[in-house]
């Protein structure tokens, strides 16, 4: 997969599960100001995310950074990278 | 817009606004005596007491403002709602909570945002009714709460929507009342209510004749919905179950 299919995978996942605008769906916009999520989101978003990319999420700290759309694009190409070099 | 249709505006501002500062001004001096009535002789819950006041006053709001709305209810006899549960219903008005009064049982507890809170005039009832103000609360409060008040009977009301809508189409659900019901084992109750988006939207500040309807649809059981995803399939159910009964009643 590459980024770009990547980011599509995440965009789509996100819109379709949290019934979000997708034209707000750029890199820059904040999870809980521009896209208003929430806490319990931020929960579903590693089920998501697992279910649309099939690995298990364990990295707590890394998730509690997150803060924007772009945040998670990156988060899931590293860990992407991460499984494909084994 | 013809004369008839201005002349009802008029009247509904002239007459629902003095009539509800009325009985909100009398229900305030009432009720620290009701209150020390019911404490004496009815032996009743602090709490009980005050949620019991609120729906009364939901009762009044109805009576006032059913000649302008020609009310219709379905799905609110006795016995129809299961408690304890969990009501969620679309959001269109501030007066939403208002038409609460339809509901057949007084101990509601209602989980709203901050801002309802700031109104000085409502504000001690409901910090005396202990309404969950859920910006405030993290969800593992509002979930022990939650979960104190489903086990004692009462039952949990809230908003998925979180806001009114803008332009009366339905916003995306939050999963918080997914989460209490299938951790609770308690059902969701949906009702759906239209109308009060022409009676008062967000953004004015003067009432319209409006056709109100209000529906409680059958209970939806957490047992059905397993898995972490649960909690997310419940809510895409209740939400399509909410969507397609409000088109239908429009």
């Not at chain 2, 709602?81 to 339809?102: A, E, K, Q, R, Y």
């Amino acid at each position: 997969m590459t980024n770009d299919e990547i980011i599509d995978t995440i965009n789509s996942a996100l819109v379709k599960e949290f019934e979000l605008d997708k034209d707000k769906m750029h890199p820059g916009a904040h999870l809980f100001d521009n896209l208003e999520l929430d806490s319990l989101d931020m929960v579903d978003m590693v089920i998501v995310l697992e279910n649309a990319f099939k690995f298990k999420i364990t990295e707590e700290k890394d998730i509690r950074d997150i803060r924007t759309l772009g945040d998670i694009h990156n988060f899931v190409i590293k860990k992407s990278n991460e499984i494909r070099k084994g | 817009m013809p004369f008839a249709g201005k002349f009802f505006i008029v009247l509904i501002n002239l007459t629902v606004f003095p009539l509800l500062i009325l009985m909100t001004i009398i229900g305030i001096i009432v009720a620290p005596f009701a209150f020390i009535f019911f404490k004496l002789f009815g032996n009743l819950d602090t709490v009980k007491i005050i949620r019991y006041f609120v729906w009364i006053y939901g009762k009044g709001w109805l009576a006032i403002i059913k000649p302008f709305t020609g009310l219709t209810t379905s799905g609110f006899k006795r016995g129809e709602i299961p408690t304890p549960c969990i009501i969620v219903l679309n959001h269109l008005s501030f007066f939403d909570t208002f038409f609460m009064g339809v509901l057949p049982f007084s101990n509601v507890c209602f989980a709203l945002r901050s801002w309802p809170f700031k109104m000085a005039w409502y504000r001690p009832f409901m910090r005396a009714a202990q309404y969950l103000d859920v910006e405030r609360l993290s969800y593992d409060e509002t979930f022990t709460a939650s979960r104190n008040l489903l086990d004692n009977g009462g039952v949990l009301l809230l908003f998925p929507e979180a806001h009114r809508s803008r332009d009366g189409r339905m916003g995306r659900f939050y999963s918080g009342a997914f989460k209490i019901s299938i951790a609770t084992n308690y059902p969701i109750v949906p009702l759906c209510i239209t109308g009060t988006d022409e009676l008062l939207p967000p953004g004015r500040w003067y009432l319209k004749p409006a056709k109100v309807k209000i529906k409680a649809l059958s209970p939806v059981y957490p047992d059905a919905f397993t898995g972490e995803n649960g909690h997310i399939e419940m809510r895409k159910h209740v939400k399509a179950l909410i969507a397609s009964e409000v088109e239908r009643m429009r």
